[in-house]
């Protein structure tokens, strides 16, 4: 089953419009109107959506308008393989991270992605792995003091 180019960017055009809907929705709440003094919080959120919804009407036409022949498909067989051996785990890094922490599962992730799919060598894919880990970990905890999500794992060994 092979998905043309022009159906593809016409869904894609259509997801992104409704992104850029989404955001006008949000920014009206907030108000987007000008006011004594300056604009209200929602003016630039608004416009950035009415941007990205301009944006996606002019993909979507130029999709429409494109000619169909002779251009390659969007998807084929092959294509949705390696799209979804991408994109599986990146899920199963969104789950881990929710259960036991983003470091953790960041570490995980990254050792995964170097040594399974990248083949490198496993003393390589964990210590990339532990190092990506520890450097996030100093850079949002100790520089930025951005508390992020820690898990069970590290809060047993007492980092809060």
């Known amino acids: 089953m092979d998905i043309s180019r022009r159906t593809g960017e016409i869904a894609t055009s259509a997801a992104t419009a409704l992104i850029g809907l989404t955001v006008c929705y949000g920014a009206l709440e907030n108000g987007i109107a000008w006011e004594e003094s300056g604009p209200s919080s929602g003016f630039f959120p608004f416009c950035v959506g009415c941007l990205i ?64 799919p990248g083949r490198l060598r496993l003393a390589t894919a964990i210590a990339a792995s532990l190092a990506v880990a520890v450097v996030n970990f100093v850079i949002f905890e100790k520089l930025f003091m951005v508390p992020l999500l820690k898990g069970p794992v590290l809060n047993a060994v007492g980092i809060y």
């Open 53 to 116: 919804v301009l944006g996606s009407a002019v993909t979507g036409a130029q999709a429409l308008l494109r000619p169909v022949a002779g251009s390659p498909p969007f998807l084929d067989a092959e294509r949705a393989r390696a799209a979804i051996l991408f994109f599986l785990p990146i899920v199963a890094f969104a789950a881990l991270s929710a259960w036991l922490g983003l470091y953790i599962g960041m570490a995980i992730y990254i050792f995964y992605a170097m040594y399974v």
